[in-house]
């Protein structure tokens, strides 16, 4: 049992859970009891399936050593990509992009239940492996409108980026936006903050 | 685990601090309370911002006054029913990613945009 398996689910990484609860099926292990985890009705066994390697070993090595070790990583490295059906053009992601392997690409079925829906090709079968970044639009709405206009117009616009980015199946590049949003909406928040709590108190002063 | 239960608790604390919300907005005059914070962007600059009236239009609409809440911001009070739907996508959007697509197509947030903008100009004009 490796301790990675103990970590909460995470919506990027649905395709390696995925991959690993083929390999393990475990009925009374905790991760199964998770609500996105129960969801997906996996077969125990699909023979097209490549079995991913084990890496227990290396694990234990590793953790001796003190040093650092990805099992998660490994395992996406060892795995050979999946079936391309007829029809369909591979997807290359962009360079440095890290990709995501799915247990068996012919049954789309056997995806987690929150990409719902069979993937036709192409983009729409990418985008609905990988759900949109957050673009934080109402966020920003509310920090243009109630806090600062000009930061929040950045932070607008920024989200803007994520969506035409993630259209465009730059997913890394609309995460990296998605991450700039965030920034600039939290600064305009605080800057919101700052300004009213200096002038609140002069107004009351004053008059 | 403290995700998973800071997920269920926030629900709950979404509703009880609208209610809080609503309750203060309800008793209290926004024009006529010294403590309700004013905009520093009026203020300073004797322009409306965009979101200036928002406080004057809750407690309107709070009391069925739609004519004073459509004169206090107009925008606001259109836009909350979209802004509800963002929200809506946004706290699905692993769960219902189509919606969220949608929702957040690039066209539909340029609007937003260039809908607050040209709000902001027209008010002032």
């Keep these: ?207 | 685990m403290s995700r998973l239960s800071v997920r269920s608790i926030a629900p709950a604390a979404l509703v009880l601090g609208a209610l809080a919300c609503a309750a203060l907005y309800f008793f209290i005059d926004p024009l006529s309370s010294k403590w309700i914070p004013k905009c520093v962007f009026h203020s300073v600059t004797g322009w409306d911002c965009p979101g200036c009236g928002s406080q004057r239009m809750l407690h309107a609409l709070l009391h069925g006054d739609l004519k004073g809440a459509w004169n206090a911001n107009a925008f606001i009070l259109i836009a909350s029913p979209l802004l509800a739907l963002m929200a809506f996508s946004a706290s699905f959007r692993t769960r219902l990613p189509r919606l969220y697509r949608i929702v957040n197509s690039v066209p539909v947030i340029i609007a937003v945009g260039v809908a607050i903008l040209v709000w902001t100009l027209a008010r002032n004009l």
Excluded at chain 1, 83 to 91: A, L, S
């Design chain 1, 1 to 207: 049992m490796n301790p990675n398996n103990n970590e909460m689910p995470n919506p990027e990484n649905a395709g390696n859970q995925n991959l690993r609860n083929n390999e393990s099926p475990l009925p009374g292990c905790p991760e199964n009891e998770t609500p996105e985890s129960e969801a997906p009705e996996n077969e125990t066994h699909i023979p097209e399936a490549p079995e991913a390697p084990d890496f227990s070993n290396e694990e234990r090595w590793a953790e001796t050593l003190h040093m650092r070790f990805d099992a998660e990583e490994a395992r996406r490295a060892a795995t050979p990509p999946p079936y391309q059906p007829e029809g369909t053009e591979p997807q290359i992601p962009p360079y440095g992009q890290p990709q995501q392997y799915y247990s068996d690409p012919q049954r789309p079925d056997s995806e987690p239940s929150m990409y719902y829906g069979a993937p036709q090709s192409g983009v729409e079968a990418s985008q609905q492996r990988q759900p949109m970044p957050p673009t934080y639009l109402v966020w920003a709405i509310i920090a243009t409108i109630c806090c600062c206009l000009p930061s929040g117009i950045v932070a607008i616009v920024f989200s803007a980026n994520v969506s035409s980015k993630y259209y465009a199946r730059d997913f890394e590049g609309a995460r990296r936006a998605s991450r700039r949003a965030q920034w600039w909406i939290i600064i305009s928040i605080v800057v919101g903050i700052i300004v009213n709590s200096l002038y609140v108190p002069l107004t009351l002063l004053l008059p």
